[in-house]
């Protein structure tokens, strides 16, 4: 599967000059949601996601993913690999389990991102189910940044990355793209201002 030219054919790999979360600068930005807002799409790169998962044996009673970029890639993936979907959403700055879900002792959990970059959010939702008695068994995810190394690649882990090197991440692609402190952001150096994806109809 060509993840790249999904994303590409999908008005998802944006080129322009994004400010991130972090606040640093880049001149790529990955918008999944325009991805998954194709259903059959979305279910293919989940399918694909969950063959390469099972190709290695590993079973789950459940896909969890952090609200909200995580919600329709783990659902998508927890269709493929036949299991429960479920959430885990900040409350106050927390990441809880509401609704109603519920973990059982020893359940088996992938925790589903849509992109990972840091893995900050997957390891806050992996946390919260590791405290209610679930066994996190892979992280997953459509995109990777590469920051952080994932299964079926050479690559190594970078420093920043936050998931554990002893549970597996599955992704379709890794995008490195640059990163750059607005201090030193050539496109900022030109006179052009960054801009929030999401913002300006990217
Ligand atoms: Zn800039």
């Keep these: 599967m060509d993840i790249e030219l999904i994303y590409k054919n999908a008005g998802a ?3 322009g000059h994004f400010l991130l979360s972090s606040g640093n600068h880049s ?6 949601a325009k991805v998954l807002e194709n259903p059959r799409i979305a279910g293919e790169l989940a399918g694909e996601l969950a063959r390469q998962i099972r190709s290695t044996g590993i079973k789950a009673d459940c896909v969890c993913a952090p609200a909200l970029g995580g919600i329709l890639a783990g659902y998508e993936l927890a269709r493929a690999l036949n299991t429960r979907s ?3 959403e900040r409350v106050n700055g927390e990441m809880t389990l509401r609704r109603g879900f519920e973990i ?8 589903c991102e849509d992109i990972i970059t840091t893995g900050g959010s997957a390891l806050e939702a992996a946390k919260t189910i590791f405290k209610m008695g679930g066994q996190i ?3 997953a995810a459509l995109a990777n940044r590469g920051i952080c190394a994932r299964f079926f690649s050479d690559k190594k882990s970078k420093p920043g990355c936050k998931l554990p090197s002893d549970i597996a991440l599955f992704a379709l692609a890794d995008f490195e793209f640059e ?3 607005p201090d030193e952001c050539p496109m900022c150096k030109f006179g052009s201002i960054a801009v929030k994806p999401g913002s300006r109809g990217n």
């Design 179 to 181: 990163i750059f402190s």
């Design 27 to 32: 001149q790529y930005y990955l918008q999944s």
């Design 104 to 111: 059982k002792k020893g359940e088996k959990v992938i925790i």
């Design 13 to 15: 790999y944006l080129e």
């Design 86 to 88: 479920i959430f885990t």
């Design 137 to 139: 068994v892979a992280f």
